[in-house]
């Protein structure tokens, strides 16, 4: 377990330079620049930009200037927000970005996961179809629509919360259940046709045939079997909600991880790219690390060696 | 002797799209204190719907128990509540279910399969409970067993899991012991073991044991009365004796030929029962198993025979049967 764990970490080096090399490559491909202007910038100026921020130097040395300077915990400076290193400004939207996706997160499992077991408890009856038709919904509205929708109802029409931005508990509440609405519909899914899955199974006749409970054949042999399939996209999930949305932070104008990268991205802003593509691959990576050992510990047939 | 459990008139329906299969269809049997009796027949007769049915673990919908007594002790186990029919379960009746591979929860250890039954029906302690699945683990014959009870299923063998099954069924001390086929899915040279296993244990607590299978040699060597069973019903019933030597039903015949026999010439085919099992949604007029039967006379086609007692405490469902001598040949 320990080998395993130490050769999945130290594979976090060729998969954070890959991502590295593939953005790098990619941006610099892409036409266009930072100084890019309405009105073009005097070539004289630009020369002087390129020179101040090394863009002059071969693409290479440029790579390996970032890669250097990453190694040692800066990811290097942002054309757009000059008081600061991209790794400061990451770490500004990181808080913002990581509680609104734990809070979705666990909205989503607080609903995925009743639901499903509703559903499959009682199949073939009212709550079960409600909830299929419910997930189904859910699964198919993208979120800006959805964001824009519950904005019109509950700012809108309702005046009870504000539109958008960070600061109280009242800004959290839209953006969170806009951004849970889909992992949610998908956690009910899998949840509702795994137990399906589990509740024929032969050792539920078992544990039912020793006399127990229904509340103990149901907590103690399905749920816990049940819930494997789950885990498996849950975790992928949290990934994705941690890492921030490009589209529901822009909705609700909140300063976190993926306003930035989107910002960066309109302004060419090379620094802030890197960075925050190279946090995306390691949220991701870690997290996806975190549910494999999970995985070890709810199902033992599941070993590292 | 004294019924410890009858069965009697029990039909058990499943309700599906194509119509109703009477997979249980009007079945009477008897087990005496400290008995063992075998069910036996092919496989979709009906035999371990008829055991789920005693213990109403027959999952509803599709199923349904449609009339019938399971008479345990006296009390109709049928008219019980789920709350007094969870008592019975695993502590009065338990079951050894013929998929050792897929009975067993995966994710909770041996140990703790055991220990919950025990926890619940002998108001034991965790670490009580846990001892004594220790003990049990080790009754059946399960080596360093305080090391594997902290083992998942699938570190076991079929046969081996299969010894769990064994410990958790009889870890309560049920008066009556139900074991589907329990050795379908292992080894040869595991079954008679396991059997032997079951048969010394049933007879040092005194447990009554119902055994399905649908292996005659196991049914010789294992049980004193032996009911057959052909479509949902019993079609015949005697000592293991008699149902042998002097078989009154052409199916049971048939059964008995299509054994493999050792002190047959190398060459010979080996007999086989002509034709499939009867659908039970629509089943057959008269006899159900008549299409298949070559010593069919007009009136099985018309008339459905109930058991009849043809010779002295042997029963079978058969027209053929009543005449004497009977047309199929005894077996030695």
Known sequence: MHKYLLRRILWLVPVLLAVAFITFSLMHLVPGGPWDREKALAPQVVENLNRKYGLDKPLFVQFGNFLWNALRGDLGVSYSFQDRGVTQILLSGLPKTATLGVIAFFLAILIGIPFGMAAALKQ???????????ATIFASIPGFVLGILIMIIFSVVLHLLPTGGWGNVKHLIMPSFALAALP??????????????????DYVRTARAKGLAERIVLLRHILRNALIPVMTIAGPELAFLISGSFIIENLFSIPGVGRLFVQGVFARDYGLIMGSILF?????????LIVDILYAVVDPRIRYE | MTALLQVRNLSTYFHTQDGVVKAVDGVYY???????????????CGKTVSALSILRLIPEPPGKIVSGEVLFEGTDLLKL????????????????????MTSLNPVLTIGRQISEALELHQQMTKQDAYKEA???LELVGIPQAERRARDYPHQFSGGMRQRVMIAMAISCRPKLLIADEPTTAVDVTIQAQLLELVRGITRELGTSLILITHNLGVVARYARRVYVMYAGRIVEHGTAQAVYHDPQHPYTVGLLSSVPRLDEP???????????????????????????CAYAIPKCSKDRPELMEVEPAHYSACWVALQKPTPWKKIS
């Open chain 1, 124 to 134: 073939n009856s009212a709550v079960d179809y409600a909830s299929v038709f419910f």
């Open chain 1, 184 to 201: 949610a519909a998908y956690i009910a899914r899998i949840t509702r046709a795994s137990m399906l899955e589990v509740m024929r199974q």
């Open chain 1, 280 to 288: 995306y691959a390691f949220a991701v990576a870690i997290v996806n």
């Open chain 2, 30 to 44: 008897e087990v005496a204190k400290g008995e063992t009796i075998a069910l036996v027949g092919e496989s979709g």
């Open chain 2, 81 to 100: 509540s789920q709350e007094e029919m969870r008592k019975v379960r695993g502590a009065e009746i338990a079951m050894i279910f013929q998929e050792p």
């Open chain 2, 134 to 136: 220790l003990r049990l």
């Open chain 2, 266 to 292: 190398r060459k010979t085919h080996l007999s086989t029962i002509e034709g499939q099992p009867p659908d039970l949604i629509f089943p057959p007029s008269g006899c159900p198993f008549h299409p298949r």
